[in-house]
């Protein structure tokens, strides 16, 4: 098994102990000491169950033990797919408390990327449910369990099957280890691949609790804030800008919404009286065009977080006119760098840009395709370093030489410009990936499901503008016979045991692609050549 490492230089280590920035906290640790200073105050509210953070804190501790019990060694990685249930909570706690490595995956996801996760972080146990959104995850983690060697333990809440029961795994929390050490890796995410599936992103305790501290402080949270949970909580905004684990640094109250519809989460904000939520502008968008239509009486709503992709100032400059609350643009990335608007902005730079970052050492370049500094104000390529940026994903060295400078700076991808003031504005993605209502999608990836099928000759995906979705994915597909119909995509992609958000929602097809000569052009080129014929009519 590969260790896991997330290593910063010397002296930059030392600055960031130094400022504060890096305390010696630990997720274990994080739980614990909530659990004393609020023991009695609500941490979770999910559906029928209402648990305080000592109740939170117990059932974390023994579910970290029964994994234990179940032969489970600490350092070890544990796949986790969940919805937004009370138990996702438990698994993840429990996970630290056994010092074990989480893995997050999102619940779209099906075989192709979990077996794809699975190897990639050698995990040895996947948690999910009996079923998310009707689809069976059980027989696939029967399936997953059964092909891959490594991956010795499937645990199902809900509906089990064979396999093993979530409410069975419990134990003696005697047993758990000490605290890790806060400069070691404490979860693995997911990154957009631009050439493909995910990569994996290493964070350590002490940089991703600086950011849970300092988001909190930014969107001034405190025990006495309710934070609803709409986007699926293994997303990184949803995480920790401030999001669920934000809210619990601040001691608040965490609820989770069944669903992102109007009639479903406006009840439920008047009813536990939810400060704070976040979501992408396409759920925006459909949530102010219903309160447009319903006007509904959301008092305790004090801040709206929008982030994901753009928000566009028209529809930004809607929000509190029609939720009656505050508008927040946050732009970030599950490699680090994260930006908010504040409260003592001025409304223009609230609905014009997406903030600016966290951490005064936090450190941004623009620059131009030769890796030179653009102008002040012009646009450019966004690279990034600071206390909480990775400097390497994880088990992936041609990855890291396209991502990372040799001087440490990750390139984002975004294409930015910067305001003196130091907000950036977001033009777009530099590379080929599309950002669909916030989920990032590699063209490339897509391709190769499309040329799989037995009836297309070649296939070039790219993104088009989408005012509800940001951006939507167009499919040109050069068929090698006559018959071959959008349906008959749409039925293959869903073959393909892949996250149902890269199905295409335009296809159309061509008899040939006149500017793919061999050798003379790349794919990449190819791509933007459509999109601007395309978008150029």
């Known amino acids: 098994m590969k260790t896991l490492t997330q290593i910063w230089p010397d002296d930059l280590a030392q600055l960031y102990h130094e400022k504060g920035y890096w305390r010696g906290e630990t997720f274990p640790a994080l739980l614990r000491d909530r659990a004393v200073r609020f023991p009695g105050r609500v941490a979770v509210v999910g559906g029928d169950q209402r648990w305080t953070y000592a109740d939170l804190h117990d059932k974390a ?10 032969g489970l060694v600490p350092g070890e990685r544990v796949l986790i797919q969940m919805s937004n249930v009370p138990e996702y909570f438990i698994a993840v706690f429990g996970i630290f408390a056994a010092g074990l490595i989480p893995v997050f995956a999102l619940p779209a996801h099906r075989r192709v990327e979990l077996e794809h996760l699975a190897r990639k972080s050698e995990a040895s146990a996947i948690i999910t449910q009996d079923r998310i959104e009707r689809f069976d995850h059980s027989a696939l983690v029967a399936d997953l369990v059964a092909d891959l060697p490594d991956l010795r333990m499937a645990i199902i809440l809900g509906d089990t099957a064979d396999l093993t029961s979530f409410d069975t795994i419990t134990g003696n929390p005697a047993t758990l280890p000490a605290d890790p050490d806060p400069q070691s890796v404490a979860f693995l995410q997911i990154s957009g691949g631009s050439t493909g599936l995910s990569k994996l992103i290493p964070r350590t305790h002490d940089d991703y609790i600086y950011t849970l501290r300092e988001s909190a402080r930014i969107c001034e949270q405190d025990e006495k804030s309710v934070y609803m949970a709409v986007l699926p909580v293994a997303h990184n905004f949803t995480m920790s800008s401030p999001g669920v684990l934000g809210t619990f640094y601040a001691g608040g109250t965490v609820v989770l919404c069944p669903s992102p519809l109007p009639d479903v989460a406006f009840p439920l904000i008047r009813a536990e009286g939810v400060t704070i939520t976040a979501l992408v502008p396409p759920l925006a968008l459909l949530w102010m065009d219903a309160a447009e239509k319903s006007r ?3 008092p305790s709503l004090q801040l709206l977080q929008v982030g994901g992709a753009k928000f566009l100032p028209e529809a930004a400059r809607r929000v509190t006119p029609t939720l009656g609350c505050r ?3 946050v732009f970030g990335m599950a490699e680090g760098l994260v930006n908010y608007t504040r409260e003592e902005d ?22 131009d395709d030769a890796d030179q500094p653009v102008a002040d104000g012009a646009t450019g390529h966004l690279l990034t370093r600071g ?7 994880h088990n992936d060295p041609a990855a890291n030489q396209r991502s990372f400078t040799k001087d440490g700076f990750y390139r984002t ?6 305001l003196p003031s130091g907000h950036l504005i977001v033009q777009g993605r530099a590379t080929d990936h599309i950002n669909r209502a916030g989920e990032k999608i590699s063209a490339e990836e897509i391709e190769n499901h499309l040329i799989a099928h037995p009836d297309v000759f070649d296939a070039v995906v790219v993104s088009i503008p989408d005012a509800h979705l940001g ?6 597909i050069q068929p090698s016979g006559d018959d071959l119909k959008a349906t008959d995509i749409r039925r293959w992609m869903r073959t393909r045991d892949i996250a149902t958000f890269k199905t295409p929602d335009e296809i159309r097809f061509t008899d040939s692609f006149q500017t793919t000569a061999v050798g003379k052009i790349s794919r990449r080129q190819l791509r933007g050549h459509i999109k601007d014929e395309l978008l150029n009519g």
């Open 471 to 476: 951006e939507r994915i167009c499919a040109f």
């Open 327 to 329: 508008l927040q643009q």
């Open 387 to 393: 206390p909480y940026t990775i400097r390497a994903y």
């Open 61 to 70: 501790r023994h579910f970290g033990a029964g994994l234990l019990a179940r």
């Open 346 to 367: 001025t409304d223009d730079i609230t609905v014009t840009t997406q903030g600016r970052p966290i951490s005064p050492d936090d450190e941004v370049r623009i620059v």
């Open 413 to 418: 991808g975004d294409v930015v410009s910067r």
């Open 296 to 298: 509904p009486n959301l």
